[in-house]
């Protein structure tokens, strides 16, 4: 393979048991570029409004950009589909060996599109351009590090999770030590009886001007704060911030700092680490690898966060433990630790009782990382009572079982462990995600905590927009989160010219392709039913921390009300949340609404004409 920008999809029905390619339009290219532009955007066009994201016409792609393979850290694939978890538009991104093969694997094409449902579970093979569908009999119903041990390849697989179609199952790979995490992408995966994808092929050959790019660019990002901050910790020194500035949740949203916090955060994984993901002498080392009671396990910052603190766990190896077992599974730790906490709140609240608990001796309580084990293994397989529930989220099974409010939900997605009352941006970032509840699109937590009194509404709305564009933009080229430091000056211009890119390569361009994206997974959502009321503050968010160097603060509805109205006004919205004509036309998106959808009727109904 070589360092020209591929110009396909691969497509690939499991009803009918067919794969073609089919070209990707001119157009598309030019205005959404790759990774998530493209990929929502052929979302948006192949699924009707109202698909069941668990049937057979969702749509579930694999993502890579026109410069996979070649931009300094780690190869990123992103998966997308509409989630079943919160219904929205879903991308999930991921790491490792399958991203890095995937590149050599689909030899000239941007992505893999999978629809339909196969009648016996199938894997599909990728090999250098080639691509087969073979029995899965065999690896059905093994584990996530079993079904990678099976292929001789680079495999990204779903666990019992997804098979069980548990609404926040991971798409894994690389053992578990990888997963496209949030919103169920595995569970789509699993609900198409598609065990597993195998990899095979070789990195792109580099120009030798493209190659001395890489080699600069990641000479800048070893340099960065960034870079140093990750070669150093991970994401692992996150526990220790956010404990420290009072916004780590802990014991079920009830409080904003840990007092076992040490125990779990960088100082801990440092001592219990066997080596670093990709060798202790790298520039990128990753992650760290640890040795648990479940076995091998490379935590990442939402482990200690969601299933230490969040647990009042401060055993650093039960917590690693617990998410060695969800790595298993493969199931999102963000989801499983909310999971848990809700089971524990609503028992505490006398929401559960013993008759539901299916088949359990008792429900867990905070602290006790083997009853939290037990769940979260039930989860996985669909068991009976509270366990069953909960495999459809947190916000599902309040409203079957009572406790809602207990633990807070975003379009019906677990919240991540960044409490947003030491961080009031943080909710309107969660709250404005096109995925429901995320901190990956923008995270101001730090940006607000040291702003102090400086920090006003106007700061608040223009970061996120600022993260969430920028956010957008990289991710169509799908740069990894950290290394892609080094392209927010051009966005990646200098690498599209260098690869003759044929498509946009001047950064306001590339800018506007993140507008775009993000108006255009907006369109998607407003098309399926989602405005303004699906991103009012939860409830616990109202309710003061008990505990914490942000104690006693809560956010007030009304003036968060008031905060998402700005936002709108900012983005080209309607008071609805609706994008609105003319942002519509100034994006060249008006072609994509159809006159009779939410979209075209909010529109007008605001007199944008």
């Known amino acids: 393979m070589t360092d020209s920008a591929p110009t396909k999809f691969l497509r690939v029905d499991l009803s009918a048991g067919t794969v073609e390619r089919e070209p990707i339009p001119d157009r598309w290219l ?16 192949r699924l009707d409004p109202g698909t069941d994201p668990l049937g057979p016409a969702n749509y579930l792609l694999f993502m890579l950009g026109p410069l996979s393979g070649l931009l300094p850290g780690e190869p990123q ?22 991203a890095s093969a995937l590149v050599g694997a689909l030899d000239g094409a941007l992505g893999v599109a999978v629809t339909g449902r ?123 911030f956010a404990d420290e500035v009072g916004v780590l949740s802990t014991r079920g949203w ?39 009671s479940a076995g091998e396990s490379v935590p990442r910052g939402a482990t200690p966060m969601s299933l230490g603190a969040g647990l009042a766990i401060d055993d650093f190896d039960a917590v690693a433990a617990l998410g060695s077992t969800c790595d298993r599974l493969g199931i999102d730790v963000i989801s499983a630790g909310n999971a848990v906490a809700w089971a524990i709140r609503a028992a505490e609240a006398g929401v559960l009782d013993a008759e539901l608990g299916g088949g359990f001796d ?36 309040a409203d079957n079982l009572g406790g809602a409010d207990l633990v807070p939900t975003i379009k019906s997605m677990e919240v991540p462990a960044y409490d947003p009352r030491g961080s009031p941006t943080t909710a309107l970032a969660y709250a404005t995600s096109d995925r429901g ?28 927009i600022r993260d969430q564009t920028i956010t957008a933009a990289l991710w169509s080229l799908i740069a990894d989160d950290f290394a892609g430091a080094v392209l927010e000056d051009d966005l990646g211009a200098e690498w599209l010219s260098a690869v003759e890119f044929p498509g946009p390569t001047d950064p306001a361009d590339l800018l506007r392709v993140g507008e775009r994206t993000w108006t255009l997974t907006r ?7 989602f405005d303004a009321a699906d991103e009012s503050l939860p409830a616990a968010f109202a309710r003061p921390l008990e505990d914490g160097a942000a104690g006693g603060r809560a956010i007030d509805p009304e003036w968060f009300d008031g905060l998402r109205r700005r936002y709108y006004a900012a983005r080209g ?23 009779d959808t939410p979209v075209a009727r909010g529109a007008v109904a605001h007199g944008d004409d």
């Open 77 to 98: 694939f992103a998966a997308i589909t509409r989630s079943p978890l919160t219904g929205t538009f879903l991308d999930s991104y991921s790491g490792g060996s399958f």
């Open 362 to 397: 008792a429900l867990p309580e905070f602290g006790d990382a083997d009853a939290a084990r037990a769940l979260i293994e039930a989860i996985a397989v669909r068991e009976s009572g509270v366990a069953a529930a909960l495999a459809d989220g947190v916000e599902a099974a």
């Open 437 to 464: 509840a995320c901190h990956r699109r923008s995270l101001p937590t730090e940006t607000e905590v040291f702003a102090g009194e400086e920090w006003d509404d106007a700061d608040r709305v223009r970061l996120v």
């Open 254 to 292: 009830r409080e904003g700092s840990f007092d076992g916090a040490e125990e779990i955060g960088i100082e801990a994984v440092r001592g219990a680490a066997v080596e670093r993901e990709r060798g202790d002498d790298s520039d990128v080392p990753g992650g760290f690898r640890v040795e648990t």
């Open 573 to 595: 919205w309607s008071p609805e949340g609706i994008p609105t004509r003319a942002l519509l036309d100034r994006l060249d998106l008006l072609d994509v609404v159809d006159d």
């Open 30 to 45: 030019a205005e959404y570029v790759g990774g998530k532009g493209l990929g929502a955007r052929y979302l948006y066009e």
């Open 118 to 240: 196969a009648d016996e579970p199938v894997v599909l093979e990728l090999d250098e351009g080639a691509a087969t569908l073979t029995p899965a009999a065999d690896v059905w119903g093994r584990d996530v590090v079993e079904t990678c041990d099976a292929f001789d390849g680079a495999v990204a697989c779903v666990g019992p999770a997804g098979e069980n179609a548990v609404r926040y199952a991971t798409i894994a790979s690389d053992g578990g030590d990888h997963h496209a995490g949030r919103g169920g992408a595995g569970a789509v995966m699993g609900a198409k009886r598609l065990k597993a994808v195998v990899a095979r092929g070789r990195p792109p050959d580099l120009d030798p001007s493209v190659a001395a790019l890489k080699a600069a660019s990641e000479r800048r990002y070893r340099e960065t704060d960034v870079g140093r901050w990750h070669a150093a910790s991970a994401t692992l020194e996150t526990v220790d």
């Open 523 to 529: 369109l998607f959502n407003v098309r399926e039913g």
